[in-house]
């Protein structure tokens, strides 16, 4: 047994359970509370299993895809989580998160540093099959829980049907299914009052 590599596996298995820590602007479904990003990442990769038969390529690879799931918010240890629809925000987190992304992964033996170096770039950077299957399943599900809300996370920073259409439009990319469902969620949330249109 290799004792240094099985302490570095350790130390960051330590140090990524701060995930519970770190909270989201969404609340989980009966609205009693905020989710934190290892609720969020347990969520999303549950709905990619589910969810698998409607990605745009039906041959994805589904272990691939629930890994981008759950280590593509690490990064938010570090880097903090801002709403999706700050776009100012937002530039200045990708480059946090990209410094948090070296930070965290060094952690881990070389191997997997560079093995979750890899997935989180690719996820981020949204070419692949895989990628753009996870960042739809990312963007789906806050929406699936402000819908579930009653919009309480859009009313509270005031966003517009416009504003999350925009947003979350790279859904399409990954699955033209979930866009359209997406879209119809969206309408049907302008009709009750959950969202401004």
């Not at 969404?26 to 509370?33: K, L």
């Not at 979750?116 to 895989?130: G, H, K």
């Not at 963007?139 to 009653?150: F, I, K």
Request: hydrophobic share 40%; glycine share 2%.
């Amino acid at each position: 047994m290799d004792s240094e590599r099985l302490k570095k596996q350790i130390d960051f298995i330590i140090e990524v359970d701060k995930l519970k820590t770190i909270y989201r602007r969404s609340y989980i479904a009966d609205s009693s509370r905020k989710e934190n990003d290892a609720e969020h990442s347990w969520h999303i990769a549950l709905m990619a299993m589910i969810l698998q038969e409607q990605s745009q390529n039906k041959d994805i690879d589904l272990l691939k895809v629930i890994k981008m799931l759950l280590i593509h918010d690490l990064v938010e240890i570090y880097a903090g989580d801002v709403i999706v629809y700050d776009l100012t925000q937002r530039h200045e987190q990708e480059q946090k998160e990209k410094a948090a992304s070296k930070k965290l992964f060094s952690l881990l033996p070389e191997d997997q540093n560079k093995e979750y170096i890899a997935l989180w770039t690719e996820f981020e950077e949204n070419e692949t099959d895989e990628a753009r299957f996870a960042r739809a399943l990312d963007r789906l599900q806050p929406m699936l829980l402000n819908y579930a809300t009653h919009g309480k996370t859009w009313q509270e920073a005031h966003i517009k049907s416009g504003d999350v259409l925009t947003v979350n439009k790279i859904i399409n990319k990954g699955s033209e299914g979930l866009w359209n469902f997406a879209r119809e969620l969206v309408r049907d949330a302008v009709d009750k009052s959950f969202l401004e249109e």
